[in-house]
């Protein structure tokens, strides 16, 4: 009786410490304005044109954002516009990227029977998930509903009679989120959409031999992916269509012919590495050898750190021991299929491009530390369960590195709101006699302010009463007719 009570009053202090942490992370998202660069440079531009916010008439994009804006996936931008629109607050965007893990959470909880308090903070122990998940980047949304299909297509392998409509809808919801929110992700998306695809098309052969379906029925199955594939990959079709390359406006290659493009492939690595292979950079980054100092995007001034880490190598160490640990001690199926998805997981992460830019996938730990949660808890309510792995134990250990990330990131916290609002924003980065300046419907050219020139739309600024045409460039000669104008830049940060 007084060890229950013990276990109780342990779990109950990790509940406390779930909830406070969470719904300091809400009060941070609904309080204060984003600060992070690309959040300002064409994340809340995009939010806003899609929803009329700040219209193209009243402020247009650098050119090649503009083109980002007609080939980059958009539903991500799509809802942090609703956000805004219906909260009449730019903060408000940020809860696209704080529910989405409020959602993973719920769906943990649901289908792995996960408490909730363990999934928070084992989830925010990660540096690179706590800072995005209050942000208006959508690495995060983008990752959560990946993750989500990827423990889909795992219980589809472990659990019989899985594939009912609910779940392949679930299953098609987080494949058409992740594939129209982040364009990095959508081979993974593909690839992972092989595997459930075969499962369902053996199934029905399966049931059409045993002949509890008939055979007409697969005639129906395979128009029905079909249509679904057009859905999912709405936003390279759409390229295709318009713009002759499915990865617009990226450089692609295929087959010697360069397809229809804007700008190259980003390509961004510490120093001591630009020969490296990407599997050499993604090992290195994930366990955070000569990393950067956490932060949204892991860029440092040191050349030999920048992009490097924000998963906390220590955690990732712990993560990857625990499962070894238990995918040795325990042999069954669900760890055999955890091991070959978590195999095949790293080996997609190790050689995507980019693969070192940890924020384009997060899906790799957030699925690691879900499947530790999951086997976790399925083994505490299994017979052969060991005393001190259980959901007790493993939540101790989460909190005490859920401590060490919250007290080392800085400048500003990830938790706590610092009640940054927008109009200190707007103080803090526009130069106000300037766009005094500005005369009624004129047409400007701002010159190399980047992020800060969207700041300068006359959305902003409703003391004037009138309205006014803003372009953003990095160059003079990109103004045309337009007036151009340089404001001293102010620093971001």
């Known amino acids: 009786m007084e060890f229950n009570k013990k276990i109780f009053n342990v779990k109950t202090l990790l509940n406390l410490v779930a909830i406070i942490v969470t719904v300091s992370m809400f009060l941070k998202s609904v309080i204060d304005v984003d600060r992070s660069y690309d959040s300002w440079w064409y994340h809340l531009p995009f939010a806003a044109r899609i929803w009329g916010i700040v219209p193209a008439i009243s402020y247009a994009f650098q050119d090649f954002v503009e083109a980002r804006y007609d080939g980059f996936p958009l539903l ?252 040795y001690r325990y042999r069954s199926r669900e760890t055999l299929v955890a091991a070959i998805l978590v195999i095949i997981m790293s080996l997609v992460a190790a050689f995507i491009p980019q693969s070192h830019e940890l924020r384009y996938y997060m899906f790799w730990m957030i699925s690691l530390v879900s499947l530790n949660l999951y086997l976790v808890c399925h083994l505490e309510r299994s017979p052969k369960n060991l005393k001190w792995l259980d959901t007790k134990n493993l939540g101790i250990i989460c909190v005490l590195f859920l401590t060490l990330v919250i007290f080392q990131i800085r400048k500003p916290s990830a938790v706590k709101p610092s009640f940054y609002t927008f109009e200190k924003h707007l103080e803090r980065h526009v130069d106000f006699k300037l766009v005094n300046k500005i005369s009624p419907a004129e047409e400007v050219c701002i010159i190399s302010i980047t992020p800060n020139d969207f700041l300068y739309a006359s959305k902003f600024h409703p003391q004037l009463n009138y309205s006014y045409s803003v372009k953003a460039t990095d160059s003079e000669s990109e103004c045309g007719v337009r007036k151009a104008i340089k404001p001293a830049y102010r620093p971001w940060l």
């Open 76 to 327: 991500a931008q799509f809802l942090q516009g609703l956000f805004w629109v219906v909260f009449q607050r730019v903060q408000a965007a940020n809860l696209v990227s704080f529910l989405s893990l409020i959602i993973y959470i719920c769906f943990l909880k649901y289908y792995f029977k996960v408490p909730l308090y363990l999934s928070a903070i084992a989830l925010l122990a990660v540096p690179m998930i706590q800072i995005h998940a209050t942000s208006c980047y959508v690495d995060l949304p983008a990752n959560v509903c990946l993750s989500i299909l990827i423990l889909m297509t795992y219980l589809i392998y472990t659990q019989r009679g899985f594939l009912t409509k609910r779940n392949l809808f679930v299953i098609f919801l987080a494949a058409t989120g992740t594939a129209n929110i982040k364009m990095q992700l959508i081979p993974v998306v593909l690839l992972i959409l092989c595997f459930v695809g075969f499962k369902l098309i053996w199934l029905g052969f399966k049931e059409i031999k045993a002949r509890r379906m008939p055979s007409k029925s697969l005639l129906t199955i395979v128009p029905a992916i079909f249509l679904a594939a057009l859905l999912i990959f709405a936003t390279p079709m759409k390229n295709i269509v318009f713009y002759g390359n499915p990865f617009y406006p990226l450089r692609i290659e295929i087959m010697g012919i360069v397809l229809n493009h804007k700008e190259l492939l980003y390509q961004d690595s510490p120093d001591y590495l630009k020969n490296a292979s990407r599997p050499q950079r993604w090992v290195y980054s994930v366990l955070e050898i000569n990393s950067a100092p956490w932060s949204i995007d892991q860029g440092s001034k040191n050349p030999s750190q920048h992009r490097m880490g924000g998963f906390f190598g220590a955690y990732v160490i712990f993560n990857i021991l625990l499962f070894s640990y238990i995918c």
